[in-house]
């Protein structure tokens, strides 16, 4: 009888998401979302259904996810941003998480809790962002640039007008204000180097 309850209260939270739905329909960029969803249903090691059911279920159980979504739809096309104005007044946004409308943000996006996150930022393909990370602006010099298949964990800033290179991994609160080459682990305040290519080191950025 509980698991007919639960089985009840799951249909009833994807139906009640189920008008955002008009706005995937209105994106012109529905291939990114289809892999946005793609991505999440995997990383959280949930079943994977029809792509519809997968992305009502992030929309209704994932609040991170939803703001991803509606990234997605405000890069999309006029008609979507209006769109997107009115459903957001019923369908919030999660407040503790905040992704700016100019960053350009390449598929398969996950954000992991998400809580106290900000990312501003142009980002590559394949990124993982943990909770109370900060990606932005230090000065007026300018914001990151994130390269594909980045990780950025929990407490990490990546500040100013740098380079993170593809296949990077920012360790736990390391604090990242200069370039950072592709394929390293970087820790620490300042961030240092700790693996190349899968070798250890230590070596300062640059």
């Known amino acids: 009888m509980k698991s007919v309850f639960k089985g009840i209260l799951s249909t009833l939270s994807l139906l009640w998401v189920s008008p955002l739905l008009v706005l995937f329909g209105l994106s012109a ?12 249903i995997e990383n959280l090691d949930r079943p ?12 209704a159980k994932h609040p991170e996810f939803r703001n991803l979504f509606y990234h997605r739809i405000f890069q999309s ?14 369908y919030r946004p999660c407040p503790y998480l905040f992704i700016d409308n100019s960053s350009k943000i390449g598929s398969g996006l996950f954000l992991q809790h998400g809580f106290s996150t900000i990312i501003m930022a142009d980002m590559g393909e394949n990124c993982w962002v943990n909770q109370q990370v900060t990606i932005g602006y230090k000065d007026r010099s300018g914001r990151p640039s994130i390269g594909n298949n980045v990780r950025i964990t929990a407490g990490a800033k990546v500040l100013g007008n740098i380079k993170v290179g593809d296949n990077v991994v920012v360790g736990a609160n390391a604090v ?16 240092y180097i700790v693996k190349r290519d899968g070798v250890k080191v230590n070596e300062p950025l640059v």
Do not use: E, H
Not at 77 to 90: E, F, G, P, T, Y
């Open 77 to 90: 096309n006029l008609l979507s941003r209006i769109v997107l104005a009115l459903l957001k007044i019923v």
């Open 29 to 40: 960029d529905r291939d990114t979302i289809r892999y946005d969803t793609k991505c999440w």
């Open 48 to 59: 994977n259904r029809s792509p519809l059911v997968n992305l009502l279920y992030l929309l």
């Open 176 to 191: 990242v204000v200069k370039n950072v080459p592709a394929n390293c682990v970087v820790v620490g305040v300042p961030a």
